[in-house]
Every structure is written in C-alpha cells, then in structure tokens.
C-alpha cells in the first residue's frame, strides 16, 4: 500500500512537471498563473516555503515572451532547488503601466554572480548565462544580486507593449 502511495504521488508529480513544460499551456493560461502553478506545486513538496504576490492587471505580451519569460524564471527556481540551500523563497509579479516586474528572491546560501557568469564548466555558469541570453532575446533586463551568506535576488524588467487605446 505504501509503495502504491508513492508510485501515485511519483506519477502526479510527473504529470505535473509534464503540464508545466508544455509551451502550449502556458500560452493557454498566461504567464501569472503559470509561474502561481508551478510555485504551489514545489510548496506541496515541503521543500520551499513561498510568498507568492501579483499586482496591477495582467497585460498581455506576446506567447514568445512569456514562454521565455517562464522559463527564465524555471532556470532561476531550478537554480534555487539546486544550489542555494534556501529554506524560503519569495516571488512577486507587477504590471506596471508600460513594464513587466518578475522579481525572485531567496535566502539561501547566496554565490559569486561574476565568477559563476565566468565559469564555463559548471551548470551553474551554463545555466546564468541561458538566464542572461534568454532575456536579451525578448528584450528584458536583468538584475541580479548575490553574495556568499546573503541569498540571491533577481529582477527581471520587460517592456510591455503599448496599450490598444493609446
């Protein structure tokens, strides 16, 4: 019985990943509920503590860079998991007027931004700089904060397209 209970969660939680990889779905329900998705997945396996806000009214930008943008942002979460030893995770979304605001922040172990955005054996540093490049594809600006100790922040900043009424 044990076993079966573990296969089924196994299986739920491979379907889940399965659904949030899908390019198609993110379209489908946008980038906020998305990222919101996939973020109450990884709280129910007890791994993370997140603070999830969204604020302003979701506007829409293209499904290029949402797509883009919700992978950049499964780079930073796979990051966090991975490395940061983080007991706690916030992530905030804002739709400003003209800007789209994804910020993501931990209180991990924290890292030496430039000396892992300069190694080129490790993931981690393939894995910065796939950050990096993505956003530069769709436009967006990066800010990325760290340290040894201090946890890690990381804002990213998209040009929202202008409104249909202007």
């Known amino acids: 019985k044990e076993a079966r209970n573990i296969l089924n969660k196994a299986m739920m939680n491979l379907a889940n990943l399965t659904k949030s990889l899908h390019s198609d779905r993110i379209a489908h329900i946008g980038l906020a509920e998305s990222i919101h998705f996939e973020l109450e997945s990884i709280a129910r396996t007890g791994l993370l503590e997140i603070e999830y806000q969204s604020s302003g009214i979701e506007q829409s930008l293209d499904d290029q860079k949402n797509i883009v943008l919700f992978r950049i942002f499964q780079e930073n979460l796979n990051n966090i998991l991975k490395h940061s030893k983080a007991k706690r995770v916030q992530v905030a979304l804002n739709y400003l007027e003209d ?28 894995g910065l700089k796939s950050i990096f490049n993505r956003a530069k594809l769709i436009g967006a600006t990066i800010d990325m904060k760290s340290a040894p100790g201090r946890g890690t922040s990381v804002t990213i900043q998209v040009p929202l397209p202008p409104s249909k009424s202007e």
């Open 99 to 126: 800007t789209f605001v994804m910020n993501i922040v931990d209180d991990g172990v924290g890292f030496n931004i430039e000396e892992k955005k300069k190694s080129t054996s490790s993931a981690a540093g393939v």
